[in-house]
């Protein structure tokens, strides 16, 4: 009775091992975070941040584009170190409550715009600024590979550095009475 006792335990405890180690638990991996300026590799796809700027808007007058919250450019190269063309996926930025931003579609007006559809040859590089629109605030940018299977993120601190704002000249002297 004890062996059969013995044996069942043990084919129990086999097949819960098993079972454990099969199939996708529903949780993926975290992921890493990077710092900006750091040479990051996910995939096939070599990605480098450069540098950010917040913007009140694009362009002049009545062709200015204006965000609901503001304009954030992120400058970066992604080089593509496969034997063929990848795609290089739209990136996000999410802040640290989880609120989640998407790239922004149209470029127009951005200086040197990265494109929002990226296909790049092999040892060549998409390069220039990704827009968002987004409250100012730390971000990560969320990166991945050219499946969207891996992805990483980048730690972008929240800077105003860049942000140099058009403020009109007040022309004339005080009045004197």
Request: with cysteine.
């Amino acid at each position: 009775m004890s062996q059969l006792r013995f044996v069942t335990v043990l084919a129990v405890a086999a097949a819960a091992s098993l079972l454990s180690s099969c199939g996708d638990s529903g949780e993926k991996a975290s992921a890493r975070t990077y710092n900006m300026g750091d040479r990051i590799t996910v995939g096939h796809i070599v990605y480098v941040v450069f540098e950010t700027q917040w913007l009140t808007h694009i362009g002049q007058g009545v062709d200015a584009r204006v965000p609901q919250h503001r304009f954030f450019l992120v400058r970066l190269s992604a080089t593509n170190g496969a034997g063929g063309d990848v795609i290089v996926p739209n990136f996000s930025v999410e802040d640290d409550s989880g609120n989640s931003y998407a790239e922004l579609p149209s470029g127009e007006g951005v200086p040197q715009y990265i494109g929002f559809l990226r296909t790049v040859k092999p040892a060549e590089s998409a390069q220039g600024n990704a827009i968002f629109d987004a409250p100012p605030q730390h971000y990560k940018l969320k990166i991945a590979d050219e499946n969207g299977e891996r992805a990483a993120y980048i730690d972008i601190p929240l800077s105003f550095v860049s942000e140099t704002p058009d403020v009109p000249e007040v022309g004339g002297k005080e009045k004197t009475k």
